[in-house]
């Protein structure tokens, strides 16, 4: 079967393939660096002594005695270390990690419903993406932001041009056979 001349060779067999595992990685990627981070939010929230530890060599490296808006700023860092705030963050990072592999491994083995699921979780994150490149532009924003992109465009194109086809059953035809004879 022939590809319409009109079609993107982006969308062409082995090529749509090579892209839709390499969107799988770049998931399945950003779900273990956010595992990692989840992790260690966690282990380092539970372990005072640690806490402690770095705030003295902070304070120690940076001359807190000298800075009243040093030590306000981590005043503030302690107060939302006890509050939980970080504890609370590595349990989101651990949940949308989940969602990372989910949509990776499933985009990697071609599921239609991981196409559908990661087309709306990364469309769902392009306006905060907008958003903190507004507030704090960078090269690693910009990057983040355009393969974003490029992943809701291609993964649109992909289930628009796959579209599922409704299951009918083959049609009963009359045949003639010697016994009918």
């Not at 000298?66 to 306000?72: C, D, E, G, L």
């Not at 239609?112 to 907008?130: G, N």
């Given at each position: ?62 001359l807190l005695e000298h800075s009243r808006a040093v030590a306000y700023l981590l005043n503030k860092l302690q107060a939302i270390l006890a509050d939980g705030i ?96």
């Amino acid at each position: 079967m022939s590809n319409p001349p009109h079609e993107l060779a982006i969308l062409q067999g082995a090529r749509r393939v090579r892209y839709l595992k390499l969107i799988g990685l770049f998931k399945i990627g950003k779900g273990v660096l956010l595992v990692l981070l989840g992790v260690s939010l966690l282990f380092v929230n539970a372990r005072t002594r640690w806490i402690d530890a770095l705030s003295d060599w902070t304070a120690d490296e940076i001359l807190l005695e000298h800075s009243r808006a040093v030590a306000y700023l981590l005043n503030k860092l302690q107060a939302i270390l006890a509050d939980g705030i970080l504890r609370a963050t590595g349990l989101l990072a651990l949940f949308y990690s989940a969602i990372l592999f989910t949509e990776g491994i499933g985009v990697y083995m071609q599921q239609r419903w991981a196409e559908l699921l990661m087309v709306f979780a990364t469309a769902a994150l392009i306006p905060i993406e907008v958003r903190h490149l507004w507030h704090q532009p960078g090269l690693v924003g910009v990057l983040t932001l355009l393969a974003n992109c490029f992943i809701v465009w291609f993964l649109y194109l992909v289930l628009k041009r796959d579209k599922p086809r409704a299951h009918t059953p083959p049609r009963r035809e009359l045949v003639e056979t010697a016994l009918n004879k």
